[in-house]
DNA sequence: CGGGTAGTTGAGAGCATTCAAGCTTTGTGG
DNA sequence: CCACAAAGCTTGAATGCTCTCAACTACCCG
C-alpha cells in the first residue's frame, strides 16, 4: 500500500473493548464464521485485519514492484489493475467489486506484479499475508478459503484468454458483472459502469471504439440500454446465449 | 483422474522400506526438503504421493466436470488443458511440462474445470489435495509452496489475456518455453513441439494458419529453424523484444 | 463560458481469418 | 514393399472483423 497515512482504521469500525465484527463484505468472515471456530481465533483473524481508504478515484492503492505484505478486501468502491508496455499501452486485469479480494497474484513474487488504482471511492480491508498465511495454519477453514480465492482467481484470468468475438466478450462482461453485483445484493439488472469505455476496451481487447459500436448495437437490438455509466440489462436470455461460449470455461 | 486402473504406483518407485524418495520432478520436494522439516513429515509428505501413468498420446487424465480430488505434477510429458465450447471450437488453456502442476484451478469448485489430456507418454505424481492441504497445516513451507504455484498459475493465465499481435504471442510462447525447458535441464535453444500446430493456435488464439505463417516468417528473417515439431531458436535476443511486452505481465 | 475529458460515429486500412488446394509424413493393409 | 488413406502442415487468395485516424458531440467542472 503505497500510502501509509492511509493505514488508519476508519473510524467507528475499529475495535471497541471486547467486542468484534467482521466486515460484512470481507471475504474471509463467512468462511471462517461458518467454521465454528472458538472466539479467540475469531479475535485472532479480526485483529489481522486494518481497514484503510477511503482512496479517491485515480488514486494508486498499489504499484508494479512494490514489495507486497498484504491481500485486500474491497470493502466499497472499484479497483482496476493494469500493466503499461514498452508502448505504453495500458493492459487492464481485472475490475474488483466489493467481497472481492486483490494482490493474489503478488504472492508467487513477493512483489505486486500490476498497478492496482481506485476507480470511484474506495475502502479496503488490508490483511498482512505472513500473518493470515500463519493464521490459516490453525484454522484449516480459512485455508481452504484462501486455496478457494487463488483458484478462482485462475479461472477468472481464463475467461479471456479464448479466442472470442466483441460481441461474446461484451455479453460475457456484462453478465459477469451483473452476477458479481447481484451476489453482493444489488440489482442485476441495472447498475453504474464505474468505469471508462477505454478501461472495458482495454480488459477486452477491444479499441474504446469498438466498446461504443458494441453498446450501440446491443441497444438497438434489444439487448441492453445505455446511458453514459448507467446500464440496464433488457434481454439477459440473449446476452446469456452471447456469453456461452465465454462463461463456460469458468 | 479418470482410468483407475492406472492408479498403481509405478514399478521400481514404489516405497522400498524404510527409505523413501522425493521424485526429482515433483513441485513440492525442493521447497520442503530446504524447509530442515524432520524425516516424519517428509514421509507423511511421501506417502501422499502416488505415481501414476503412463499415459499415452491423447490419453484422457482427466475431463471436465470430473470431480476433483487430486493435483498432480508432471513427471515426464507434456500435458494440454483444454475445453471445448458450444460450437465444437476447442479452447488450449495451457501446456504442462515436467515440474509443472495441474489441476489448481480445479480447488475452488471441486470438479476439474477443462480436459487433460497426454500429448506424449506421461507420467504423473498424484497428490490427494485433502491431504496435501492438512499436511499443510502442520508444515507452513508446504502451504508457501501451495500458494506460490496458485498465484503463478494466476499470472500465467493473464499471459494471454493482454491485447498482442500474432508475433508478439508467438515470441512470447517459445520464449517461454525455452525458460521453462531450461528450468528442467532441457537444452534451451533446441527442443520439440510435442503439440501440433493446431494446438499452438488454440492456445495463442490464432488460426493454425496463421501459426505456419508466422513460423515461416520467422525462419526467413533467420529468428528460428523449424521443422515439423523440431525448433531451434537462433536469435533469442530478437525473439525476447518481441516477447517483452507479453512477458513483462509476468 | 471555455477547456478538457469522455464518448460517439464514419471512412479507410490492416491484420488475421476463412476457404481452398496441394504437400508431406505416418500408418495401415493388401 | 507399395498403395492408399488420414492427419498434419503449408501456401495462396479473398473476405471480414476490428483497428486507426479523424471529426464531432456531450458532459463536467472550474
New interface residues.
Given amino acids: 500500500m503505497s500510502d501509509a497515512s492511509r493505514r488508519r482504521p476508519v473510524p467507528g469500525i475499529a475495535d471497541d473493548g471486547d467486542e468484534f465484527h467482521f466486515c460484512s463484505t470481507c471475504a474471509f468472515s463467512a468462511a471462517c464464521l461458518e467454521s465454528g471456530y472458538d472466539k479467540s481465533l475469531l479475535r485472532d483473524l479480526h485483529v489481522l485485519v486494518e481497514h484503510i481508504g477511503p482512496f479517491h478515484e485515480g488514486e494508486h492503492i498499489f504499484r508494479e514492484g512494490d514489495p507486497f505484505t498484504a491481500i485486500a478486501a474491497v470493502r466499497s468502491g472499484t479497483v482496476k489493475t493494469y500493466?503499461t508496455?514498452?508502448?505504453g499501452?495500458e493492459?487492464v486485469?481485472g475490475f474488483f467489486l466489493p467481497g472481492e479480494v486483490i494482490g493474489?497474484?503478488?504472492?508467487?513474487q513477493a512483489r505486486y506484479?500490476?498497478n492496482a488504482i481506485a476507480l470511484d471511492s474506495v475502502v479496503l480491508c488490508r490483511f498482512s499475508f505472513p500473518n493470515i498465511?500463519?493464521l490459516?495454519?490453525?484454522m484449516?477453514g480459512l485455508?481452504?478459503q484462501?486455496?478457494?480465492?487463488?483458484?478462482?482467481?485462475?479461472?477468472k484470468?481464463?475467461l479471456?484468454?479464448?479466442?472470442f468475438s466483441a460481441d461474446e466478450r461484451m455479453a460475457a462482461f456484462l453478465i459477469t458483472l451483473s452476477r458479481r453485483y447481484s451476489a453482493r445484493g444489488f440489482s442485476p439488472n441495472r447498475f453504474l459502469l464505474t468505469m471508462t469505455r477505454t478501461d472495458i476496451a482495454?480488459y477486452l481487447?477491444?479499441a474504446s471504439e469498438t466498446v461504443s459500436r458494441v453498446f450501440r448495437r446491443f441497444q438497438d437490438e434489444g439487448m441492453i440500454h445505455v446511458e453514459r455509466r448507467e446500464i440496464e440489462l433488457k434481454d439477459r436470455k440473449q446476452l446469456e446465449t452471447l456469453a456461452?461460449?465465454v462463461l463456460?470455461?469458468?
Fill in positions: 500493466v508496455d514498452h508502448e499501452r493492459h486485469q493474489l497474484n503478488a504472492i508467487s506484479p500490476s498465511a500463519a490459516a495454519t490453525r484449516p485455508q481452504q484462501l486455496f478457494k480465492l487463488l483458484s478462482l482467481d485462475i479461472g484470468a481464463a479471456l484468454s479464448g479466442n482495454n481487447r477491444l456461452e461460449n463456460r470455461s469458468i
